[in-house]
């Protein structure tokens, strides 16, 4: 079994407009796809929650993360941010979902301002650039979304270790929308549809998407911690380990 935590800030989901989309809350409807799957061992955590639901015996066990915020980032304490970067850095798997891309731990994750234009009320064609990578079997050459909040280069991140999907818009922007970095031990995927007044996490084709990247970005392990050691040479003890082969 995989561990998943999806985490939302849970705010914009008590106005009308967004219930209107998504009643029982943005978290809740993307738990519900991934609960569908047996495989998957799927929890909600919110801000509201005391330590924002990610108290250290959630944190330490979960195997993938899924983060979605956008008007409250900077209520999420900046040490239950580098608590979600030091698992990261040990080995979790964690999904950025659009708006995340200003949350505290993408920032600390990447290092950089992941500054990006944007411009409500467009339509956006999703290619799959990277049609054998695991997070895109089961996809087609494009997802369409008739209404998607346009994001727009230049996405200020470092290179991505892989770029799997790219967005295009009506209004003639481009964007990288699924990307993928090595962090430490871990892997982040940043995912880029996904505005709260569109229906986007209803549309099967996306459900697929996280769901797929959900088991790609799940680690082998997890470390408890990273050391630093003093090296011993493996050298100084051939004779003993190699009792034939003496040097
Ligand atoms: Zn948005």
Known sequence: MI??????ENWQDKQDNVKAVYPNGIHN????FLKTDEELNVRTATLDMPECGLADEVLESTDVMLWW????????????????QDRVLRGMGIIFLHSAHFSKPFKLLMGTTCSLCWREGDRERLVNIAPNHPITQGID???????????GERFDVPNPDEIVFLGWFAGGEVFRSGCIWNKG???????????????????PSIQKIIT?????????TIADEIPCPHAESPEATWNERHPNKQI
């Open 3 to 8: 561990n998943v935590t999806v985490w939302h």
């Open 29 to 32: 409807c993307i738990a519900d």
């Open 69 to 84: 915020g956008h008007v409250k980032h900077g209520e999420v304490p900046d040490e239950i941010a580098k608590k979600v």
């Open 141 to 151: 050459k494009y997802v369409e979304l008739e209404d998607e909040e346009m994001y």
């Open 185 to 203: 031990l871990g892997k982040v995927f940043y995912f880029q549809p996904g505005h709260e007044t569109n229906p986007t996490f209803h549309n």
């Open 212 to 220: 797929n990247a959900v088991h790609w970005i799940n680690p082998n």
